[in-house]
T-cell receptor, first 111, second 113 residues
Framework: KQEVTQIPAALSVPEGENLVLNCSFT??????LQWFRQDPGKGLTSLLLIQSSQREQTSGRLNASLDKSSGRSTLYIAASQPGDSATYLCARGRSQGNLIFGKGTKLSVKP | EAGVAQSPRYKIIEKRQSVAFWCNPISGHATLYWYQQILGQGPKLLIQ????????DSQLPKDRFSAERLKGVDSTLKIQPAKLEDSAVYLCASSSDWGGELFFGEGSRLTVL
């Protein structure tokens, strides 16, 4: 079964802290790995896409890594801000082009 | 560049009634996806189109759900008859190429009473 697991389910941190969100997947034959942000009542916003041949991608304060051999990806958020509060979803790409999602990590950044 | 458009944003129906959702992908995107997101869960793929052909509908409950993309652009997802467990957000996404980055619409929230 192709599963994607995200730990923790929820995380609360003070503003300014650096943090890491974890994602693990069971099938190492991964096509790509995509991280999304979801605000309450909204759709998903793509943050970073890592192709299977890549090890990491960076965008501003965000850095995502991919380790296919261990079946893990991490999303690193530097200097967190209250505006970063949202649910973060990782998704494993299949060869057909569609994604299998984890349940997400709900992040709360306290001022 | 306009994003993925979906309508309606909200819909409340009684069980056994029917409902239809519409999606217009980003211009030029050949691949279109419908996902179902139940509260507290990650999105689950219902159906994937490449142009107007179906690539993957293995998780679509075909006894009650149907979807079409007749001209390779807009798509409609229909549920008939609806069940209580169909209450969810229905998300449409598109990508420009096979295995590329997915862009999502705001979703259509369905409540079945």
């Amino acid at each position: 079964k192709q599963e994607v697991t995200q730990i923790p389910a929820a995380l609360s941190v003070p503003e300014g802290e650096n943090l890491v969100l974890n994602c693990s997947f069971t099938d190492s034959a991964i096509y790509n790995l995509q991280w999304f942000r979801q605000d309450p009542g909204k759709g998903l916003t793509s943050l970073l896409l890592i192709q299977s041949s890549q090890r990491e991608q960076t965008s501003g304060r965000l850095n995502a890594s991919l380790d296919k051999s261990s079946g893990r990806s991490t999303l690193y958020i530097a200097a967190s801000q209250p505006g970063d509060s949202a649910t973060y979803l990782c998704a494993r790409g299949r060869s057909q082009g569609n994604l299998i999602f984890g349940k997400g990590t709900k992040l709360s950044v306290k001022p | 560049e306009a994003g993925v458009a979906q309508s309606p944003r909200y819909k409340i129906i009684e069980k056994r009634q029917s409902v239809a959702f519409w999606c217009n992908p980003i211009s030029g995107h050949a691949t279109l996806y419908w996902y179902q997101q139940i509260l507290g869960q990650g999105p689950k793929l219902l159906i994937q189109f490449q142009n107007n052909g179906v690539v993957d509908d293995s998780q679509l409950p075909k006894d009650r759900f149907s979807a079409e993309r007749l001209k390779g652009v807009d798509s409609t997802l229909k549920i008939q008859p609806a069940k209580l467990e169909d209450s969810a957000v229905y998300l449409c996404a598109s990508s420009s190429d096979w295995g590329g980055e997915l862009f999502f619409g705001e979703g259509s929230r369905l409540t079945v009473l």
